[in-house]
C-alpha cells in the first residue's frame, strides 16, 4: 500500500481555488479535480467521516497529490478538463464516445450558395452552421427535405464551375440548376434565405411572407412560381404538424436525464434546435467514483467543453457549481448559456423524454452485455480457454478473383465491438488468390506492432478460414514468439450455411462443431460476419479507387498541372498512350527522364 503522510501535506495545502491530482506509486493519475478551496477539499478524502468504499480505495493507492493553484474557480475548471482529457484518470468520469456532431453548412462566401452535410472543426469556413443533428440519417433527412423545398444545390464548387447543362439533381426537382443560370440570382438568394428560416426556427414567419408571395404571383399571372410557393407552404406546415410539441420556443435546448442502475450509467440528450426536436442521443460515461450529481457535472463539463453549448441546458437534477459552469460557457460561447434543473411545461416534457431514453438505453445495454457475457462464457467453455476472453481478434481476406485483396481485423470486448481498434490491411506482393499468402501478411504486420506493445494482447485470435489459414496463423506467432494466444479457425460446412460452422484449433486433428443453438457459435459467428463485412467494405473501396484512377496518377514527379498539360494535348489517354517518348518530352514541363517514366508505365507488360 502506498505510504502518503497526509497530515504535513494538508497543513501546508493553500486555501486558493486550484486543481489537486492523486498520484499512485508507479506515477499514473488516479484522480483529476478542482475545488475553490484546495485545502477544504482535500481534508474531506484523509480527514472525518467515512469515504465511500470506491473513494477509500483510490485513497489506498495514493502515494503523492499535486495542486495547482489558479487565479479563478473559472481557470480551476478550464485546467481540470484539460488534464482529465490529456490523462485520462480511471477514477473520473469519462466520456468514451466523443465523436464530432453532424451539421448542416450553408456557404456564403458563393453567388448560390450550398447547402450540404458537414462533420468537423466548424472555424475558418466562411458560411453558416446549423445543429448539431443527433445523428447522420437526421441531419441526411433534413437535407433532403430542403432539397425539395427550396431546390439549393448540394454540389461541391468545383463540380458547379465545370458544368454546362443541368445534372440529375435537376432532372429529379431537387435542384434549381444555377449551374447554368436557370434561376436568377435574386431568386435563389431569397431560397437560401427561406432555407435559413425553416433551420432558425422560424417557420410560422416564413408562412405569412409566402402566403403573400403566392397571392403576388397569382395576380401576376406567374401561376407556375405560385404553384411552387403553395408546395413551400404545404410543406412547411407538415414539418410543424410533427413538431407541435415544441412549438413554444424558438430557443436552442438541450434536456439532459441521467439513469443509473447497478453501478452502471447512461445520459440521453434531447436536442432542441429552433423549436423542433431534433432527436436524442446516449452516452454510457464511465465513473470511477462519482455519485450521480457528481457524475453529470462531470459529464456537462467534458460533453459541453469539446464542443459548442445550446442557449439552454436542462438538466434532470441539480449539480454543484452549475453557476461555475454557466458562467464558464457563456465566456466560451461569447452568448448567454443558462443551466436549469427546476422547469415546468414543455420544457419538462422533454426532460422526461430525455430520462425515458436514459432509461430504455441502459436496459437495452445492460440486457446486451448479459447476453455477451454469457456468450463469452460458452465461448471459454468451448474451445477450453483458462479464462473468459477480454479481447478476441478475428481476421478475414476479401479480394476478387486476385485483385486488390484486402485483409480485416475486427476486435470485440465484454461490451461489443471495439470498433477504434479495428484495422485494414491491403495486401501486395503476393501471387494473386493467395489466401495463405495474404493471411500470412496481414498477420505478420498486425502481431509485429502487438510484440512491441503498441497494441493489446488478445485472448483469442479467430481466423475465418480452416486448418491451411489457421497453420499460417500459428507459424506467425511462433516466428514472433508470441505465446497465450489461443488460435481458432472457422470453417464454414458443407452448404455454408449458419450453424454448420468447424472450428479448428490447434493439436487437435478433429474439428470441434458446436450445435446450431449454441450462445458460443451465435457470438463467434457475429465476430466472424463482422470481419467480412469490414473486409469487403475495405476491398470494394480499394478496388474502386484503382479503377477510377488514371494511370497517369501512379508516375513519379507527374503532377495535376502536367497531367493535364498531356491530356490537352494529345487529345486525352488514348493519344498519350501511343505517343512516343520524343512526343512527350515536347510538352512544356515534361523532361526527357519524366517522358521515359510515363512511357514505361504506360506500357509496362505490353
Partial sequence: MPDFDSKPFLANVSQRPGVYRMIAADGEVLYVGKARNLKNRLTTYFVGKAQTAKTMAMVAQISNVEVTVTASETEALLLEYNLIKRHKPRYNVALRDDKSFPYLYISTDHDYPRISFYRGSRSRMPGKFFGPYPNAKATRETLLLLQKLFLLRPCSDSFFANRSRPCLQHQIKRCSGPCVELIAKDAYAQDVSDAMKVLEGRGAELLDDLAQRMEQAAQQLEFERAARLRDQIHGIKAIHSVQAVTRNTSNDIDAVALVSNAGEHCVSIVFVRGGRNLGSNNFFPRAGLAEAG???SGFLVQYYMGREAPDEIVISEPIEDADLLEATLTERMGKTVKIRSSVRGVRARWLEMAHTNADIGLRMRQATEATTAEQLQGVATALSLPSIPARIECFDISHTMGERAVASCVVFGPEGPIKADYRRFNIDGIEPGDDYGAMRQALTRRYARIKKGEVPMPDLLLIDGGPGQLAQAIDVLQELEITGVTIAGV?????????????????????????????????????????????????????????????LETVPGLGPRKRRELLRQFGGLQGVTRAGIEDLEKVHGISRKLAESIYETLHAGG
Fill in 294 to 296: 457528481e457524475l453529470l
Fill in 491 to 551: 470453417a464454414k460446412g458443407a452448404d455454408r450455411k449458419p450453424g454448420q460452422e468447424r472450428l479448428f484449433l490447434a493439436h487437435q486433428d478433429l474439428p470441434t462443431i458446436l450445435p446450431p443453438d449454441s450462445s458460443a457459435l451465435h457470438l463467434i459467428q457475429r465476430i466472424r460476419d463482422e470481419a467480412h463485412r469490414f473486409a469487403i467494405a475495405g476491398h470494394r473501396h480499394r478496388r474502386a479507387k484503382a479503377r477510377t484512377q488514371s494511370v
